[in-house]
């Protein structure tokens, strides 16, 4: 009975024992720090923190100079066209790695989620709601802000997915 029960003992901690590999269930990027671009890849925009990188590749386009009504954002389904990426880069990441005609070749990728295909109306929908910068003296229009908003997004890797239903992407600016 003591050796039934050691092996017992014995398979239960093996078969409790992790390998040590972290899984992502959650990011947390500045909701307040401005959305990056760049001139080479237009149709790129992304927040950077340390090794970290959220990326929506969108057409430039989807940031019309046009304000929104109010509660009627612009809405984009999650495609091939409209894409949202997390990756974790091996060491820090700088707006150079995205805005280079040949991307450097560190750091490097070490994981990357890939947000769902939404269905409209129901999931995997970014929001872009826009409204104008005004010159606080002349009132004339100095740009447009755009706040991106994902609503029920889904991130998946080769091994696990997590939900956000809502995630601030933050503020895009365009000049007119």
Known sequence: MKR???????????NSCDDGDITLENFNFDTAAAVNDCTVNNDLYFKIKNNEALILQTPATSFENTVTPVDTPRTLVINSTNQVIYRLFSGPVTSTYFCSD???ATPTVSDEWIASNGIEGVSGIIEITTTQILNPDTQAITGYNHYIVFRN????NADN?????EYVFGNYVTTP
């Open 4 to 14: 039934f029960l050691g092996l017992l003992v014995c398979a239960f901690i093996f």
């Open 102 to 104: 040949i991307p450097e």
């Open 153 to 156: 997004i889904t991130f998946s």
């Open 161 to 165: 997915s997590f939900v956000y239903e």
